[in-house]
């Protein structure tokens, strides 16, 4: 299932600015129920991998979910099993690289107790196809509300318009807002996947 923008009910919050607005989205994921978390994840695996395989997607960049973030480990091992090569974040000082993720991979807990890998060779962000994205919020143009921390506008600097990579950005429904405050240096998302469907952003 593809919804066009519109047609997706989204959460009325009024924007106050983006911290009481992470906050207020943050509660309402952290309140969805363990069951419904993992039957959500598994549905957005299963519409991300159709995506994904859509744009014969080879190289493609994941988070690995903190706290009540939407889990994508189903879509990792989906990914994997289709012989795609992923990548995972590893944050160096302010900086974030996407380091690909294998068999013997070994991985730590950063200073934000975030799992990541020791490795150090990284992706630039042209080599890859696809990144799904963690957001806290979103809305219908295609905005997204990050954590804070500012990593995934650091690391996709630069971009422009449509070009390679697509931007996935990964979400329970309830994260979707009227209105997401936007900085100029923010990169709009191409597209969003909840449990309700795959949302694509006009351009």
Known sequence: ????????????????????????LRQQ?????MRIRREHAARCARRALRALRARNARRVAVYLAYRSELSTEPLIEGLLQQGVRVYVPRLVGDD??????????????????????????????????????????FDA???????????????????HGRQKPWLLGYAYALQQCE?????????????????????????
């Not at 593809?2 to 009325?12: D, E, K, L, M, R």
């Not at 921390?149 to 600097?157: Q, S, T």
């Not at 405050?181 to 949302?199: F, K, M, N, Q, S």
Request: glycine share 10%.
């Open 1 to 24: 299932m593809t919804a066009q923008v519109g047609g997706t009910a989204f959460n009325s919050l009024p924007v106050d600015g983006k911290s009481q607005l992470r906050r207020r």
């Open 141 to 159: 143009h295609g905005h997204r509300l990050g954590t804070g921390g500012g990593y995934y506008d650091r690391f996709l600097a630069g971009l």
């Open 96 to 137: 974030m690289h996407m380091i690909e993720l294998r068999s013997d991979t070994q991985l730590r807990r950063n200073r934000h107790g975030i799992a990541e890998p020791c490795a150090r060779d990284h992706a630039r962000p042209r080599q890859l196809d696809a990144i799904v994205l963690p957001l806290t919020g």
């Open 179 to 203: 209105s997401v405050p936007a900085d100029p240096w923010d990169v709009r998302l191409h597209a969003v996947c909840t449990e309700r469907g795959l949302i694509r952003f006009p351009p």
């Open 29 to 33: 994921r952290a309140a969805v129920a």
